[in-house]
């Protein structure tokens, strides 16, 4: 009787990959730091002040405010002459770009020349609201007189607003109340090929981030990899918390979101987040009420490495990882850094591309040598191991389903002798 491939097939393609350690996706998550509100002149006690945008070089910020005396909101931008420096008084960005109506929660691209805007007959929600944006020639021109986007974009039945423009400038991310959505608003993305090319028809960014909920105020990472939205889905602790979805790449699909929990969500209201390009910032807005206590606030961002290696999730990629790799490859549990079910290769590449790493901000490291080569070795040996449990399972009689487990497990014994195991 001939034996089953799927053993022998398995475990060549372990032994293969055993020769090819390849760095693993892996997936940041965000440490929060102490939130501050932004101090007079950006924010005014009388009031509301909402939905910052800040720009790429972070010397510009655009919020919403109904200051100055009139009823109407309009676009405001403050400026500051460092990253670190203090805030200039805001200006009211004038015709060009407010109009009669409300105008409100602006998204400035990172090249500086388009600002995106939600403009309708009020500042919040109501099917008359639509996307506009501005365009200018350069950051020292004037901005040009507003165009609503094409009906591509702005259903004119719907509600279409608080939009979000991503750092290559080729994504459109907004909310909208049109058919085909799971909740009562969702967040929608409509793409393009070129800066200079239209709006593709919008596609609804689905489950997980959508919810049977309002799901709005969008904004997209500069790499593409986190999302940051409001929402009143179950699990949230005021009226409208602030959430989080991150993802491998810009070309995966948005992860289970989280809530930002109490360090940022400590009001009735969180929304209109906006992510610095370097990542290091969180803008948004928070406050009691909608009306003149909102106001803008800033929180630091650490990003989390790694998540992949970490298999005992104390922050430290380190022996204790190797170690839970070691004692279950093969099986599953303990050291199955990637949730696949299984302990193999992948996991101890895992290990190895960020042995070393520790703590909130600790970049990861490769295995310095001779651990890197040590490391390799114990790859050799883990899948000699594994070979040969499967291999005495086999059917007698049969020689052996792959000639490189008898080499790989020399080698292993090479090593043993040599006192390189690192066990």
Known sequence: MKRPLAAPLACAAMCTAATILAAPDVRAAIVLGTPAKLPEPVNSDTTADWAPSISADALELYFTSIRGGGSDADIWMAKRESAIGNWNNPVNLGHDVNSTMNDSYPSISSDGLELYLMRGSSPFN??????????????????????????????????????????????????????????????????????????????????????????????????????????????????????????????????????????????????????????????????????????????????????????????????????????????????????????????????????????????????PEPGGALLAMLAAALCATVCRRRRLRAESGEPPFDPRCSGLAAGAAVVNRQGGNPW
Do not use: C
């Open 126 to 367: 109501v099917p008359d609201t639509d996307i506009w944006v501005s365009r200018r020639d350069s950051k020292s021109d004037p901005w040009q007189p507003g165009t609503r986007l094409s009906s591509t974009v702005n259903d004119p039945l719907f509600f279409d607003g608080q939009p979000e423009i991503s750092a290559d400038g080729l994504s459109l991310y907004f909310n909208s109340l049109r058919p085909g959505g799971l909740g009562e608003e969702d967040i929608w993305v409509s793409t393009r090929a070129t800066r200079n090319d239209p709006w593709a028809t919008p596609v609804n960014l689905g489950e997980p981030v959508n919810q049977i909920a309002i799901d709005g105020t969008p904004s997209v990472s500069a790499d593409g990899t986190m999302l940051i939205f409001a929402s009143d889905r179950p699990g949230t602790m005021g009226v409208f918390d602030l959430w989080l979805s991150t993802r491998t790449s810009a070309e995966d699909a948005w992860g289970d979101p989280e809530n930002l929990g109490p360090i940022v969500n400590a009001t009735l209201y969180q929304v209109s987040p906006s992510i610095s390009s370097d990542g290091a910032t969180l803008y948004y807005t928070a406050g009691p009420g909608l009306d003149a206590r909102l106001d803008i606030w800033e929180v630091p961002i650490s990003i989390v490495l790694p998540t992949l290696g970490d298999t005992d999730d104390d922050g430290d990629v380190d022996i204790d990882d190797l170690n839970n790799v070691r004692n279950n490859f093969g099986g599953n549990g303990l050291g199955d850094t990637d949730s696949d079910g299984d302990v193999d290769i992948d996991d101890l590449n895992a290990v190895r591309n960020h042995f070393g790493a520790s703590g909130a901000t600790a970049p990861a490291q490769s295995v």
